[in-house]
C-alpha cells in the first residue's frame, strides 16, 4: 500500500518537476531561461516559476481524473473531464502571471498525458512505469482525443475571435497541438523519447538542450510559424538539427547555443512548441526511471 500510495502522490509532483527542469534550462535559444528572456518582452524565469505553482494542484486532479474513471467504456469522458480542470487550471496561470500566457499549451498536453497515466496505472495495478506503458499512454491519449478536431475547428470559421492556433488552420490547415495528440504525439513517440532512451543520463542539461535542438529539427512548431512564417521554420529545423549534430565540445556547444540564442532573439522568435514537448519529455523520462 505504501509504494501504490507512493506513486499516486509522487507522479503529479513529477510533472511539475519536469516543467521546473525545462524552463531552468540554460542557454535556450529564444526563450525564457534562467540567463534572458529569450525573444519575450512580457515575461521572465521568475513569471514561468509562478505558472508552474499554478498548475500542481490542478496536475493531480488530472492524474485523479484518470484514475477515478478506469472502469468507464467512454474514453471521451477522460478528455471532457481534463478540459473542465483545465480551464480552471489556465485561470490559476493567468492570476499567477497576471494575464501573461506562459503554458496554455502545456496545461492542455500535461492534462492529457496525467489523465492517461492515472488510468493505466489504476486500470493495471502498475507500481512501476515503462517505455511500454508509455506507448500504452499514447494510444490512450490518440482514443480519448479522436474527434476533437471535429469538435474544436467545426466551426471556427464563423468565430469572430480566433486563438493563434485557429488562425493557423484557417490558413494553413495546421492543426498544431491538437494534431499532435490525436496523431498519439509523434514528435514524443518516434523523435524525443527514443533519443532520451539512448542516453546513460537523459537529465543532464547538455543532453536535454541537445534533446530541444532535436524537437526544434522536426516539430511543426506554431510558435514559429505565428512569428516568422514557414520560411522562418524551415530556417530554424535546419539550423536547429545542425547545431544537434555538431560534433563539439560540451564548452564549444554551449558557447555556439548561446550564438544561436542571440540569433533568435534578433528574429524576434521562441520556439514555445519544443518547449513544451520538451518538458512533456522530461516527465516521462523521470517516470520511466523512477523507482517507487
Request: proline share 3%; hydrophobic share 40%.
Amino acid at each position: 500500500m505504501d509504494n501504490v500510495h507512493s506513486i499516486h502522490n509522487r507522479i503529479p509532483r513529477i510533472a511539475t518537476k519536469a516543467l521546473m527542469y525545462e524552463v531552468s534550462l540554460s542557454p535556450k535559444p529564444g526563450l525564457v531561461d534562467r540567463f534572458n528572456n529569450g525573444s519575450h518582452r512580457d515575461m521572465n524565469y521568475y513569471t514561468f516559476i509562478d505558472s508552474v505553482m499554478s498548475f500542481e494542484p490542478f496536475f493531480k486532479q488530472y492524474y485523479d481524473l484518470g484514475r477515478n474513471l478506469h472502469q468507464t467504456e467512454d474514453l471521451s469522458e477522460l478528455f471532457n473531464g481534463s478540459r473542465r480542470i483545465g480551464i480552471n487550471a489556465e485561470i490559476a496561470m493567468f492570476e499567477a502571471t497576471h494575464g501573461i500566457n506562459t503554458h496554455k499549451g502545456a496545461n492542455f498536453s500535461f492534462a492529457l498525458l496525467l489523465v492517461a497515466v492515472g488510468y493505466i496505472i489504476e486500470r493495471k495495478q502498475l507500481s512501476t512505469w515503462s517505455a511500454t506503458r508509455t506507448t500504452e499512454a499514447f494510444q490512450l491519449i490518440r482514443l480519448m482525443t479522436k474527434d476533437i478536431l471535429l469538435n474544436d475547428f467545426d466551426d471556427v470559421h464563423t468565430r469572430e475571435k480566433l486563438s493563434h492556433g485557429e488562425r493557423l488552420y484557417i490558413e494553413h490547415g495546421i492543426t498544431g497541438i491538437r494534431g499532435e495528440a490525436v496523431s498519439g504525439y509523434p514528435i514524443l513517440q518516434d523523435v524525443l523519447m527514443p533519443y532520451l532512451r539512448s542516453l546513460d543520463d537523459p537529465i543532464l542539461e547538455h543532453n536535454l538542450l541537445k534533446a530541444l535542438l532535436l524537437i526544434m529539427g522536426h516539430i511543426e512548431d506554431g510558435n514559429i510559424i505565428h512569428r516568422g512564417g514557414f520560411e522562418a521554420w524551415e530556417t530554424i529545423k535546419m539550423e536547429a538539427l545542425t547545431l544537434f549534430n555538431d560534433p563539439n565540445e560540451p564548452s564549444e556547444f554551449l558557447e555556439a547555443l548561446h550564438e544561436y540564442d542571440q540569433v533568435m532573439i534578433e528574429r524576434h522568435l521562441s520556439p514555445g512548441g519544443a518547449a513544451d514537448a520538451l518538458a512533456l519529455g522530461i516527465f516521462l523520462s523521470l517516470l520511466e526511471q523512477a523507482e517507487f
